[in-house]
């Protein structure tokens, strides 16, 4: 049959479009929309539990380069499950397919016995007694972890540890064990090696890393041993650390970042290049490099072995900017406690501390209602103190009178009485005042030969004083002996060294700490600016401190009250360097305060040139 004619087609009436055309335009359509909607919707509008920001993000993303970031090696760790999990995992891995060995109560006895730490269940009544400070509860979400965590540690150490020095020169590899040193130098003063130790422990659990210290920091001659079963200690005989005598050993940051900048992917660099990955030291002068704290060189850092800190600076507040660790950290630290709670269940004071510890407090402390602890640092010495001395001391007296923290002599208030409970044995002219404290170790029972009467009396304030130089102990003791105050309150004034000048060893490593604790056990705390000393006390004490004025100027008020727990990262970098941190989420040039909200600058009265986590009272957390 002859084909018709053209004119002879089905015509297609106005207003009316083929199935085809009607196709083509829907798609058309839906390309469009999808388009602008991926220009005005994140990522993160998808993932409604994860926080815009955290490391999720840039690793689905196609980078300005137009090359897809590669997405993690691992599933990100989000919060307190996945972290565990991970750290079971590294477990696993480390076992290498043989079964787990148990940790019996006999061997947890046998290592406890040889590892003695008394502190363990002793300080935290300490802290839980004051009446005047909210008492912080253990964090449930880091106990369960750091349990993990010493999982981990025990395996790898029980399956390395006595061959880690070779293993680390010959460059063999451990399968499922990473570590990672803290390495602080001999010189520093103890805020400056527990305060970074306590950050690289942090930055270890969430890479499942093992910490190891050196000797030559002192701390495992100090703190007590942290990881039940296991041990802390590395190289004993300093063939690879520290790393100032064995930098050859270790590749530099420097040229950590080099031959990452000669490539365009860091993970396929990874992959061609791990000799050079196996020992990394990823900090420069006491604190980590600028590119630490981006994402794709902790990526990379995955990759490593070995890495080593040589920190002396606090650097804890800004692993909270990491955007790979922000979430977790976030989930496990909502009040950003973070410090306090590490301190309190890792850096715990040897028992040589604790007997002087305990021994200041039944003495001093105890017996008081108040205590007050003030720590006086005159950083430039002999030569500060002579010039500040005298004004110091009358700031600290302002300060404390006009907050209402000590008795003002020159304005006299009514008698304070407070009840306390007497305990008279009967048939015996003995009585003892306990001052409504219970002992360390015993509980508030009484026998039934003794009768517990309650009296008014006035109260009793303690006063701690820590400093090299004797003149605010002596100014104050003076003071109220010449001047009882009137309104009756009973002061004590208790300073335990004056050493002059500051001395570094074991033996000063262990009577710092255990005046570090000692203050942290006040119920107001005063401390100098600039100081780590004061800023360790803090911490373990979780107290918002008064930071005294040192600064030479009338007009200014004589002490400004801290803003929150966490001590201040002294001298760090405001803000991000990560050039290879791709998609709109690169935060390069941007200040760490400006994305992480809960990062603050310290108070300028402290260290106008530092950054601290603002701490939230658990009650104000939603």
């Given at each position: 049959m002859a084909r018709k004619p053209l004119s002879m087609a089905k015509k297609v009436l106005p207003g009316r479009i083929s199935c085809c055309a009607a196709f083509t335009l829907v798609s058309a359509l839906g390309l469009v929309s999808f388009l602008l909607l991926c220009t005005f919707v994140s990522v993160g509008d998808y993932i409604p539990h994860v926080q815009l920001g955290t490391s999720i993000y840039p690793h689905f993303l196609i980078g300005e380069d137009g090359l897809l970031d590669e997405p993690f090696p691992e599933a990100p760790i989000l919060d307190a499950p996945s972290l565990i999990e991970a750290i079971?995992?590294?477990?696993?891995?480390?076992?290498?397919?043989?079964?787990?060995?148990?940790?019996?109560?006999?061997?947890?006895?046998?290592?406890?016995?040889?590892?003695?730490?008394?502190?363990?269940?002793?300080?935290?009544?300490?802290?839980?007694?004051?009446?005047?400070?909210?008492?912080?509860e253990r964090n449930a979400k880091w106990d369960a972890i750091f349990q993990e965590y010493t999982k981990l540690h025990r395996t790898c150490i029980q399956k390395y540890g006595d061959d880690l020095t070779n293993i680390f020169l010959s460059k063999n590899s451990t399968p499922g064990c990473k570590f990672v040193v803290a390495g602080g130098p001999w010189w520093a003063g103890l805020g400056n090696k527990i305060l970074p130790t306590v950050a690289v422990l942090l930055y270890a659990v969430l890479t499942q890393r093992v910490l190891l210290v050196t000797r030559a920091s002192l701390l495992p001659e100090v703190i007590c041993e942290p990881f039940e079963g296991s041990s802390w200690r590395v190289d004993p005989g300093e063939r690879f650390t520290p790393v100032e005598a064995h930098d050859n050993l270790?590749?530099?940051?420097?040229?950590?970042?080099?031959?990452?900048?000669?490539?365009?992917?860091?993970?396929?660099?990874?992959?061609?290049?791990?000799?050079?990955?196996?020992?990394?030291?990823?900090?420069?002068?006491?604190?980590?490099?600028?590119?630490?704290?981006?994402?794709?060189?902790?990526?990379?850092?995955?990759?490593?072995?070995?890495q080593y800190f040589t920190s002396c600076l606090y650097f804890l507040p800004k692993l909270f900017a990491i955007p790979m660790f922000r979430t977790v950290l976030e989930d496990i630290f909502p009040d950003r406690m973070a410090v306090t709670h590490l301190v309190r269940s890792t850096m715990l004071p040897s028992d040589t501390v604790w007997k002087r510890v305990l021994q200041t407090n039944r003495m001093y402390l105890e017996p008081a209602d108040r205590r007050v602890g003030i720590q006086i640092r005159y950083r430039d010495g002999?030569?500060?103190?002579?010039?500040?001395?005298?004004?110091?001391?009358?700031?600290?007296?302002?300060?404390?009178?006009?907050?209402?923290?000590?008795?003002?002599?020159?304005?006299?208030?009514?008698?304070?009485?407070?009840?306390?409970?007497?305990?008279?044995?009967?048939?015996?002219?003995?009585?003892?005042d306990d001052v409504d404290n219970q002992a360390i170790n015993n509980s508030s029972t009484t026998n039934s030969n003794t009768a517990v009467s309650h009296e008014l009396r006035p109260a009793a304030i303690s006063i701690l004083v820590t400093s090299l130089f004797p003149d605010l102990h002596d100014h104050l003791?003076?003071?109220?002996?010449?001047?009882?105050?009137?309104?009756?309150?009973?002061?004590?004034?208790?300073?335990?060294?004056?050493?002059s000048v500051q001395g570094s060893g074991v033996e000063e490593d262990n009577q710092a700490l255990a005046e570090v604790i000692s203050l942290s056990l006040s119920d107001h705390l005063f401390v100098s600016p600039l100081s780590t000393f004061g800023g360790l006390a803090q911490a373990y004490g979780a107290l918002t401190p008064w930071f005294l004025e040192f600064r030479d100027n009338s007009n200014l008020y004589p002490c400004t009250r801290g803003h929150t727990v966490d001590p201040c990262y002294q001298d760090p970098d405001f803000s991000y360097f990560c050039p290879h941190d791709r998609s709109k989420f690169n935060f390069t040039g941007r200040n760490f305060t400006d994305i992480v909200p809960y990062i603050q600058k310290c108070p300028s009265i402290d260290t106008p040139n530092g950054l601290q986590l603002v701490t939230t009272p658990l009650e104000d957390i939603v």
């Open positions: 079971q995992k590294a477990t696993t891995e480390a076992l290498n397919g043989e079964p787990e060995v148990e940790f019996s109560e006999a061997e947890r006895k046998e290592w406890q016995e040889k590892n003695k730490c008394s502190s363990r269940v002793g300080l935290e009544p300490l802290y839980k007694r004051r009446k005047f400070v909210r008492h912080v270790w590749t530099s940051p420097v040229k950590f970042e080099q031959e990452l900048d000669s490539v365009s992917t860091g993970l396929n660099w990874a992959y061609h290049h791990k000799s050079s990955l196996f020992a990394v030291r990823v900090a420069g002068w006491c604190q980590p490099v600028k590119r630490f704290f981006c994402d794709r060189e902790q990526r990379i850092y995955t990759k490593v072995p070995w002999e030569k500060q103190f002579n010039q500040l001395h005298t004004t110091i001391n009358t700031k600290f007296m302002q300060c404390a009178w006009k907050n209402g923290i000590l008795p003002d002599v020159n304005n006299p208030k009514p008698t304070t009485l407070v009840q306390s409970r007497v305990s008279t044995t009967v048939g015996s002219r003995n009585v003892v003791t003076d003071l109220y002996n010449r001047n009882p105050p009137l309104s009756g309150e009973v002061i004590g004034v208790v300073q335990l060294t004056r050493s």
